[in-house]
């Protein structure tokens, strides 16, 4: 007899407590093997089209116990297969990579492997997990957790700075921010460490049950190799992609997650990310990673984010933009950010224009929506 995935809908922000009563419960019967879940994200557009992916009506692959749509960032998402081996091995690793269990804080959407893991790490601690309200200070939330008790949080990088600006010292209470998601700043990563934040950067996915290596430190049972790109095994690996044996072919091979992501490893085994191996804007015939476009804005006193792409351009092939959201008082432009980008990355980085955001528009995971973004910057030219 087949099993049927049960679907769960993620909370609204604006009513994020609500995880207790229902994501929590759910998850903890899929880790146990009675309950194959998806949590879908808030909102009926992102529901309805993790809906299509999952196609709930159709029998689940054996050995399933939790699916999760990707975000599909630079793509269509996936419904990535995962058991509830791959989630407890992941949850024990990172434990004691960090020093040991403890109470996790949830500040993450429960629709995507990052806010799931952070209750799968709770679960293994046997705690209850304490959850962060829309619109409520670090410091009211954290001190919800047990006093006496190893205090964890996880985040991506566009909280880390948020908080880094508001709430230093609520951050510098907790014994590791874990940092993933999207590629952090070295920038960012200093200025947390000078304040006293323990942060411990993340790379991982949904296929890896979330993140593998920890400041470019494989976890416990995780090996890293790189060719066309990097490449991961261990017991955290999911099975494949719910309905889609062609594309589990191609990215599961010999015990082995082809991540698509380019990297290198030092002598010491250490990995560094380089991004996407297809995110690469060429303009003029010059390879520029919108990754470096973005970090080097960042570091600006006039930005406070930042997201670049490429878009045609008859003379360039592509022609470098960026979208920007201004610091406190500031509003930048392109004479000034300009020479910024060119005398750190060259000329060729240079954005060609520029576009002023309110804020970074986001997916349901928390990652920048960088297809909207590319769209904005489209309409606007």
Known sequence: MHRQLTLVAAPPPEAAAAVLTTVWPALLRSLDGDGPLAVLPAGTGPADAARAVLRPDQPLEPGTDLVVVTSGSTGTGKGVLLTAAALRASAAATADRLGGPGSWLLALPTSAIGGLQVLVRTALAGREPAVLGRGESLATAAARLPAGDRHYVALVPTQLRRYLAEEPAALATFDAVLIGGAATDPA????????????????GMSETASGCVYDGVPLAGVSVRVADGIEVSGPVLASGYRLDPAGTAAAFRDGWFRTRDAGTLDDAG?????????????????NVSPAAVEAALREHPSVADAVVTGLPDPEWGQRVVAAVV???????????????????????AAPRALTLLDAVPTLHTGKPDRRAVQRTLGESQ
Do not use: F, K, Q
């Not at 392109?334 to 910024?340: D, F, I, Q, S, Y």
């Open 326 to 348: 201004a610091a406190p008082g500031a509003r930048p432009d392109l004479a000034e950010l300009r020479p910024w980008v060119s005398a750190r990355l060259g000329a060729a």
């Open 270 to 286: 250490r990995l560094t990310v380089h991004g996407r191996l297809d995110d690469v804007v060429i303009s003029g015939g010059v």
């Open 188 to 203: 960012l990563l200093a200025a947390a460490r000078a304040a006293g934040v323990r942060v411990r950067t993340a790379y």
